[in-house]
Protein backbone atom coordinates (compact mmCIF):
# COMPACT_ATOMS: atom_id res chain seq x y z
CA UNK A 1 0.00 0.00 0.00
CA UNK A 2 1.48 3.59 -0.70
CA UNK A 3 2.38 5.43 2.12
CA UNK A 4 1.89 9.33 1.77
CA UNK A 5 3.64 12.27 3.89
CA UNK A 6 1.30 14.99 5.44
CA UNK A 7 2.15 18.42 6.68
CA UNK A 8 0.47 19.84 9.60
CA UNK A 9 0.31 23.75 10.48
CA UNK A 10 -1.53 23.82 13.67
CA UNK A 11 -1.82 26.33 16.73
CA UNK A 12 -2.35 25.24 20.22
CA UNK A 13 -2.84 27.20 23.87
CA UNK A 14 -0.09 25.32 25.83
CA UNK A 15 -1.57 26.67 29.32
CA UNK A 16 -2.62 23.07 30.29
CA UNK A 17 -0.13 20.55 28.53
CA UNK A 18 3.40 19.57 29.77
CA UNK A 19 4.63 20.41 26.36
CA UNK A 20 4.87 19.08 22.75
CA UNK A 21 6.69 16.06 23.44
CA UNK A 22 5.03 12.72 24.39
CA UNK A 23 5.51 11.94 27.68
CA UNK A 24 3.94 9.20 29.76
CA UNK A 25 1.66 9.71 32.03
CA UNK A 26 1.29 13.41 31.25
CA UNK A 27 -0.80 15.54 28.58
CA UNK A 28 1.20 16.86 25.79
CA UNK A 29 0.12 18.39 22.13
CA UNK A 30 2.04 15.26 20.22
CA UNK A 31 0.73 12.82 22.42
CA UNK A 32 -3.03 13.88 21.67
CA UNK A 33 -2.09 14.59 18.11
CA UNK A 34 -1.07 10.70 17.74
CA UNK A 35 -4.23 9.59 19.54
CA UNK A 36 -6.55 11.35 17.43
CA UNK A 37 -4.93 10.89 13.83
CA UNK A 38 -4.53 6.80 15.07
CA UNK A 39 -8.53 6.87 15.31
CA UNK A 40 -8.98 8.62 12.14
CA UNK A 41 -6.93 6.34 10.37
CA UNK A 42 -7.14 3.70 12.30
CA UNK A 43 -3.67 2.92 11.82
CA UNK A 44 -0.27 4.46 14.67
CA UNK A 45 1.37 6.91 13.07
CA UNK A 46 4.53 8.62 14.51
CA UNK A 47 4.20 12.67 14.57
CA UNK A 48 7.81 14.39 14.40
CA UNK A 49 7.67 18.29 15.09
CA UNK A 50 9.86 20.89 14.05
CA UNK A 51 10.61 21.91 17.57
CA UNK A 52 9.92 20.86 21.08
CA UNK A 53 7.81 23.51 22.98
CA UNK A 54 8.30 23.29 27.16
CA UNK A 55 4.91 23.16 29.27
CA UNK A 56 2.94 26.45 28.80
CA UNK A 57 4.44 27.49 26.13
CA UNK A 58 1.71 28.69 22.84
CA UNK A 59 2.10 28.49 19.04
CA UNK A 60 0.07 29.95 16.25
CA UNK A 61 2.14 28.07 13.51
CA UNK A 62 3.77 24.97 15.07
CA UNK A 63 4.71 22.07 11.70
CA UNK A 64 4.58 18.80 11.94
CA UNK A 65 4.47 15.51 9.57
CA UNK A 66 3.15 12.22 9.57
CA UNK A 67 3.33 8.93 7.59
CA UNK A 68 0.09 7.23 6.93
CA UNK A 69 -1.16 4.61 4.06
CA UNK A 70 -4.65 6.15 5.00
CA UNK A 71 -6.08 7.69 1.30
CA UNK A 72 -8.21 10.02 3.58
CA UNK A 73 -8.02 13.59 1.96
CA UNK A 74 -6.38 15.99 3.23
CA UNK A 75 -9.22 18.12 4.29
CA UNK A 76 -9.84 14.99 6.64
CA UNK A 77 -7.32 15.51 8.46
CA UNK A 78 -8.05 19.46 8.81
CA UNK A 79 -11.61 19.30 9.64
CA UNK A 80 -11.44 15.28 10.60
CA UNK A 81 -9.39 15.95 13.66
CA UNK A 82 -10.61 19.48 14.55
CA UNK A 83 -13.40 17.44 15.47
CA UNK A 84 -12.13 15.75 17.47
CA UNK A 85 -9.41 17.70 19.49
CA UNK A 86 -10.04 19.55 22.39
CA UNK A 87 -10.55 23.53 21.79
CA UNK A 88 -7.02 24.32 23.05
CA UNK A 89 -5.83 22.46 19.77
CA UNK A 90 -6.32 23.68 15.98
CA UNK A 91 -5.57 22.22 12.66
CA UNK A 92 -5.21 25.19 10.53
CA UNK A 93 -4.06 23.36 7.59
CA UNK A 94 -3.13 20.10 6.28
CA UNK A 95 -1.11 19.13 2.84
CA UNK A 96 0.17 16.16 1.26
CA UNK A 97 4.44 16.61 0.46
CA UNK A 98 7.19 15.12 -0.62
CA UNK A 99 9.03 12.37 1.17
CA UNK A 100 12.14 15.04 1.13
CA UNK A 101 9.98 17.16 3.09
CA UNK A 102 11.11 17.08 7.36
CA UNK A 103 9.01 19.58 9.68
CA UNK A 104 12.54 20.04 12.02
CA UNK A 105 15.54 19.47 9.37
CA UNK A 106 13.92 21.29 6.91
CA UNK A 107 13.26 24.43 8.72
CA UNK A 108 15.34 27.37 7.81
CA UNK A 109 14.36 29.44 10.89
CA UNK A 110 11.95 30.07 13.60
CA UNK A 111 10.39 32.70 14.95
CA UNK A 112 8.84 33.48 18.70
CA UNK A 113 7.99 36.11 20.70
CA UNK A 114 7.35 37.07 24.31
CA UNK A 115 4.46 39.65 25.56
CA UNK A 116 4.70 41.62 28.58
CA UNK A 117 2.19 43.26 30.29
CA UNK A 118 2.52 46.63 32.63
CA UNK A 119 -0.83 47.42 33.66
CA UNK A 120 -1.47 48.07 37.41
CA UNK A 121 -4.45 45.70 37.10
CA UNK A 122 -3.84 43.31 34.14
CA UNK A 123 -7.24 41.93 32.95
CA UNK A 124 -7.87 38.40 33.78
CA UNK A 125 -8.00 37.43 29.94
CA UNK A 126 -4.05 38.83 29.94
CA UNK A 127 -3.10 36.23 32.63
CA UNK A 128 -2.44 33.07 30.43
CA UNK A 129 -0.96 35.13 27.60
CA UNK A 130 1.08 38.24 28.52
CA UNK A 131 3.86 38.48 31.64
CA UNK A 132 2.59 40.79 34.23
CA UNK A 133 5.61 42.77 35.45
CA UNK A 134 5.41 44.70 38.61
CA UNK A 135 8.52 46.69 38.90
CA UNK A 136 9.14 49.60 36.67
CA UNK A 137 11.10 48.68 33.23
CA UNK A 138 12.62 50.13 31.10
CA UNK A 139 12.29 49.26 27.45
CA UNK A 140 14.65 51.64 25.70
CA UNK A 141 17.75 49.94 27.89
CA UNK A 142 16.43 46.45 26.85
CA UNK A 143 16.00 47.44 23.18
CA UNK A 144 20.07 48.71 23.59
CA UNK A 145 21.21 44.71 24.30
CA UNK A 146 19.90 43.41 21.21
CA UNK A 147 22.52 44.24 18.71
CA UNK A 148 24.90 42.29 21.20
CA UNK A 149 22.77 38.82 19.76
CA UNK A 150 22.23 39.65 16.25
CA UNK A 151 24.43 37.26 14.52
CA UNK A 152 26.35 34.37 15.02
CA UNK A 153 26.99 33.47 18.73
CA UNK A 154 27.61 31.01 21.42
CA UNK A 155 24.69 31.17 22.99
CA UNK A 156 25.44 29.02 25.82
CA UNK A 157 24.61 31.67 28.33
CA UNK A 158 20.95 31.31 27.41
CA UNK A 159 20.93 27.10 27.16
CA UNK A 160 18.83 25.26 30.06
CA UNK A 161 21.48 23.51 32.25
CA UNK A 162 21.76 19.58 30.78
CA UNK A 163 19.63 20.20 27.88
CA UNK A 164 21.83 18.91 25.58
CA UNK A 165 24.44 15.99 25.43
CA UNK A 166 27.58 17.85 25.20
CA UNK A 167 29.41 14.32 24.03
CA UNK A 168 26.76 14.04 20.67
CA UNK A 169 28.48 16.15 17.51
CA UNK A 170 26.93 18.87 15.95
CA UNK A 171 26.80 22.78 16.09
CA UNK A 172 26.63 23.06 19.86
CA UNK A 173 25.13 26.30 21.31
CA UNK A 174 26.22 27.81 18.09
CA UNK A 175 22.70 30.00 16.86
CA UNK A 176 22.06 33.15 14.77
CA UNK A 177 20.19 35.42 15.32
CA UNK A 178 18.39 37.13 12.08
CA UNK A 179 16.43 39.93 13.61
CA UNK A 180 15.40 40.71 17.57
CA UNK A 181 12.93 44.03 18.60
CA UNK A 182 10.54 45.33 20.90
CA UNK A 183 7.18 46.98 19.89
CA UNK A 184 4.66 48.45 21.82
CA UNK A 185 1.23 46.53 20.74
CA UNK A 186 -0.94 48.91 23.37
CA UNK A 187 -0.95 50.91 26.19
CA UNK A 188 1.17 49.09 28.63
CA UNK A 189 1.43 46.15 26.27
CA UNK A 190 4.87 45.31 24.90
CA UNK A 191 5.93 42.45 22.48
CA UNK A 192 9.68 40.94 22.08
CA UNK A 193 9.92 39.22 18.81
CA UNK A 194 12.93 37.37 17.75
CA UNK A 195 14.04 35.12 14.67
CA UNK A 196 16.63 33.18 14.15
CA UNK A 197 17.90 29.54 12.39
CA UNK A 198 17.46 27.58 16.23
CA UNK A 199 16.77 27.84 19.63
CA UNK A 200 18.39 25.78 22.19
CA UNK A 201 15.86 24.95 24.97
CA UNK A 202 14.53 27.98 27.15
CA UNK A 203 16.96 30.01 25.25
CA UNK A 204 14.08 32.49 24.18
CA UNK A 205 12.98 32.64 28.47
CA UNK A 206 16.66 32.86 29.19
CA UNK A 207 17.32 35.60 26.85
CA UNK A 208 13.59 37.90 28.11
CA UNK A 209 14.44 37.05 31.74
CA UNK A 210 18.09 38.51 31.16
CA UNK A 211 16.94 41.76 29.45
CA UNK A 212 14.25 42.38 32.00
CA UNK A 213 17.70 42.86 34.57
CA UNK A 214 18.50 45.06 32.26
CA UNK A 215 15.37 46.74 31.95
CA UNK A 216 14.99 46.58 35.78
CA UNK A 217 18.39 48.18 36.46
CA UNK A 218 19.72 45.29 37.77
CA UNK A 219 22.25 44.80 35.12
CA UNK A 220 23.77 47.22 32.51
CA UNK A 221 24.20 47.15 29.05
CA UNK A 222 28.04 46.00 29.24
CA UNK A 223 26.87 43.38 31.66
CA UNK A 224 24.77 42.02 29.34
CA UNK A 225 27.39 41.78 26.88
CA UNK A 226 30.04 39.98 29.28
CA UNK A 227 27.03 37.11 29.91
CA UNK A 228 26.88 36.84 26.29
CA UNK A 229 30.39 36.80 25.77
CA UNK A 230 30.65 34.19 29.70
CA UNK A 231 29.06 30.76 27.85
CA UNK A 232 28.18 30.17 30.78
CA UNK A 233 24.51 29.54 32.14
CA UNK A 234 25.14 30.79 36.11
CA UNK A 235 26.53 34.42 34.16
CA UNK A 236 22.90 35.04 33.03
CA UNK A 237 19.53 36.49 34.46
CA UNK A 238 16.49 33.96 35.45
CA UNK A 239 14.01 32.05 32.98
CA UNK A 240 11.39 34.17 32.61
CA UNK A 241 7.84 32.00 33.05
CA UNK A 242 6.46 30.25 29.57
CA UNK A 243 3.57 31.37 29.40
CA UNK A 244 4.18 34.49 27.98
CA UNK A 245 6.18 33.14 25.03
CA UNK A 246 4.94 32.27 21.79
CA UNK A 247 6.16 30.44 18.77
CA UNK A 248 5.03 32.24 16.10
CA UNK A 249 6.08 31.00 12.94
CA UNK A 250 8.27 28.43 11.48
CA UNK A 251 10.10 28.76 7.90
CA UNK A 252 10.88 26.74 5.10
CA UNK A 253 11.15 28.69 1.79
CA UNK A 254 13.12 32.38 3.18
CA UNK A 255 13.50 34.04 6.41
CA UNK A 256 11.49 37.32 6.54
CA UNK A 257 13.89 39.38 8.43
CA UNK A 258 16.64 37.45 7.37
CA UNK A 259 18.84 40.75 6.95
CA UNK A 260 16.98 42.25 9.52
CA UNK A 261 13.36 44.36 10.91
Known sequence: MTRR???????????????????????????????????????????????????????????????????LPCRAFKYG?????????????????????????????????????QAEIALPTDRLYWLKIKESVDFGLMEKCLPLIIGIHD????????????????RGAVRQ???????????????????????LRHMVRNIVGTLLEVGQCRLTIDDFRDIVAAKNRAAAGPTAPAHGLFLEEIFYNSIPGKNGI
Open 177 to 199: IYSARFEMKSVNKWRFTICGDGF
Open 81 to 117: LNSMLPGGIRILQAEEVDFAFHARRSALGKCYFYQFC
Open 5 to 71: RIKLTLAFDGTLYSGWQRQRDQLTIQGILEEKIAVLTREPTALHGAGRTDAGVHALGMVAHFDIASA
Open 155 to 170: FSSFEASGSRDKSRPG
